[in-house]
């Protein structure tokens, strides 16, 4: 499956998602929620992917992590809050580059419809070495 039919595919889940929990809940009941759904789906993915990367010589940043990387090819970030910031895409683009993956999805649960609560990121540049150790 190439990363498009993918994100299709992850934006279903979320849509089964949304609509069976609603809005207003924390972001950790979406994440253990959608870890079903894409499980059910049949879905490969990671979560909560630890991301190192180099320094100056020294590996730095295993606080980092990334919510679901999804078959390999695709970052997605969850939220529950008011509104997207731009922080908030600078983070999935900070997450693309430092994984060199291409497509990230940003997606809110906190909206009362949420196909006003996906943003796709793309990255156009893969220059940072990195350390994404699988679990």
């Known amino acids: 499956m190439n990363e498009n039919e993918l994100s299709k595919e992850i ?8 609509r069976s929990v609603g809005p207003g809940l924390l972001e ?8 079903v ?9 990671e979560r909560q992917r630890r991301i190192f990367i180099e320094y100056k010589g020294s590996q730095v940043g295993g606080d980092l992590r990334l919510d679901f ?7 997605v970030e969850l939220k529950s809050i008011e509104r997207f910031l731009p922080v908030h ?3 999935v683009l900070s997450y693309l580059r430092l994984t060199g993956t291409h497509l990230g999805l ?3 649960f906190n909206v009362p419809y949420l196909r006003d609560g996906v943003k796709r990121v793309v990255n ?3 220059d940072l ?4 150790p699988s679990r």
Request: hydrophobic share 50%.
């Open 89 to 91: 895409a600078a983070q």
């Open 124 to 126: 156009n540049c893969q």
């Open 11 to 18: 934006i279903g889940a979320a849509l089964e998602v949304h």
């Open 129 to 132: 070495r990195v350390f994404a």
């Open 28 to 35: 950790g009941i979406y994440e253990e929620c959608m870890a």
């Open 69 to 75: 990387m999804i078959e390999g090819q695709v970052v």
């Open 37 to 45: 759904e894409l499980r059910l789906r049949g879905i490969r993915f």
């Open 106 to 108: 940003l997606i809110n």
